[in-house]
């Protein structure tokens, strides 16, 4: 009888896209999701809900006391401004969904973000052409307004796209990430008010006590902060490739029956001349 050969087997590698990152529907880990991967999503956040509600907490004052704004242009512009943060994550959701993926989009977006915080720290730093005038020149209001577009559409690939990119961290054919990925909820939603707290609290207190730069300063820390967090997790990262966002599988649709319609109307004319 010859000796039964041993069959070698190669363990079976996490399936990866094109760039090389981990997708879903590899391997289960063996590790906790919530313990291992999630927390630099967490922190991610926390930071960067530190960061813009460290801002926009007290931008009315600052608008109104520092560069001498009148309070009702102050308040429009305000609300302007946290309008367009809702809108611009439109943007993002179709970047993600579409082209880039969540983990490309939140990380370009966060630069941008940050790039933002610098420049609005760098409207307080500039000096005033007359020392004795109340208002701000227009540099300095042109270097804020720029700094709030740029922040707006920053947080635009930011915001939809966190939660969603936490939760690909699961399987769900998994039981112990079944159940870890109801308490990642939980966790993400105290860590946007743990920030927002530290914001109204300790910020606000900078801004008005110390010095309105370095209060700008801190949240522009955050944020560094938060992407050098979100980026020290990339190894550990599950991955879902883009396809086609919702959005624009929706605007097809439409196009497609407006276009219907307006091929039936041309018909009908046709016939009736």
């Given at each position: 009888?010859?000796?039964?050969?041993?069959?070698?087997?190669?363990?079976?590698?996490v399936d990866?896209d094109?760039?090389?990152?981990?997708?879903?529907?590899?391997?289960?880990?063996?590790?906790s999701?919530?313990?291992?991967?999630?927390?630099?999503?967490?922190?991610?956040?926390?930071c960067?809900r530190?960061?813009?509600?460290g801002?926009a907490?007290?931008?009315?004052?600052?608008?109104?006391?520092?560069?001498?704004?009148?309070?009702?242009f102050?308040?429009?512009l305000?609300?302007?401004?946290e309008?367009?943060?809702y809108?611009?994550?439109?943007?993002?959701?179709?970047?993600?969904?579409?082209?880039?993926?969540?983990?490309?989009?939140i990380?370009?977006?966060?630069?941008?973000?940050?790039?933002?915080?610098?420049?609005?720290?760098?409207?307080?730093?500039?000096?005033?052409?007359?020392?004795?005038?109340?208002?701000?020149?227009?540099?300095?209001?042109?270097?804020?307004?720029g700094?709030?577009?740029?922040?707006?559409?920053?947080?635009?690939?930011?915001?939809?796209?966190?939660?969603?990119?936490?939760?690909?961290q699961f399987?769900?054919?998994?039981?112990?990430d079944s159940k870890?990925?109801?308490?990642?909820?939980?966790?993400?939603?105290?860590?946007?008010?743990?920030?927002?707290?530290?914001?109204?609290?300790?910020?606000?207190?900078i801004?008005?006590?110390?010095s309105?730069?370095?209060?700008?300063?801190?949240?522009?820390?955050?944020?560094?902060?938060?992407?050098?967090?979100f980026?020290?997790?990339?190894?550990?990262?599950?991955?879902?490739?883009?396809?086609?966002?919702?959005?624009?599988?929706?605007?097809?649709?439409?196009?497609?029956a407006?276009?219907?319609?307006y091929?039936?109307?041309?018909?009908?004319?046709?016939?009736?001349?």
């Amino acid at each position: 009888m010859g000796i039964p050969r041993k069959h070698h087997t190669k363990p079976r590698k996490v399936d990866e896209d094109m760039e090389g990152l981990p997708l879903l529907g590899g391997p289960a880990r063996k590790k906790s999701t919530l313990l291992t991967v999630c927390p630099y999503i967490l922190g991610n956040e926390l930071c960067e809900r530190l960061a813009y509600y460290g801002l926009a907490t007290n931008l009315v004052t600052y608008i109104t006391q520092v560069m001498g704004g009148d309070p009702a242009f102050a308040a429009i512009l305000v609300a302007l401004f946290e309008g367009v943060c809702y809108t611009t994550p439109i943007i993002g959701a179709l970047l993600a969904d579409s082209l880039w993926g969540r983990y490309k989009t939140i990380f370009v977006f966060s630069t941008i973000y940050l790039l933002g915080i610098l420049m609005l720290t760098a409207s307080s730093m500039i000096p005033d052409a007359d020392e004795d005038a109340d208002k701000a020149n227009p540099l300095q209001f042109g270097v804020l307004f720029g700094s709030l577009a740029v922040i707006s559409l920053g947080t635009g690939g930011i915001k939809p796209n966190v939660s969603a990119f936490g939760a690909d961290q699961f399987d769900e054919t998994d039981p112990q990430d079944s159940k870890e990925k109801q308490s990642f909820f939980n966790w993400f939603y105290l860590a946007i008010n743990v920030g927002s707290l530290i914001a109204g609290t300790v910020i606000v207190y900078i801004q008005d006590s110390v010095s309105w730069t370095i209060g700008f300063a801190v949240p522009g820390c955050a944020m560094a902060l938060a992407i050098v967090l979100f980026w020290a997790g990339s190894p550990g990262y599950r991955h879902v490739l883009p396809t086609e966002s919702p959005m624009a599988r929706v605007a097809k649709v439409v196009w497609a029956a407006l276009k219907n319609r307006y091929d039936m109307d041309e018909d009908a004319c046709d016939r009736t001349m």
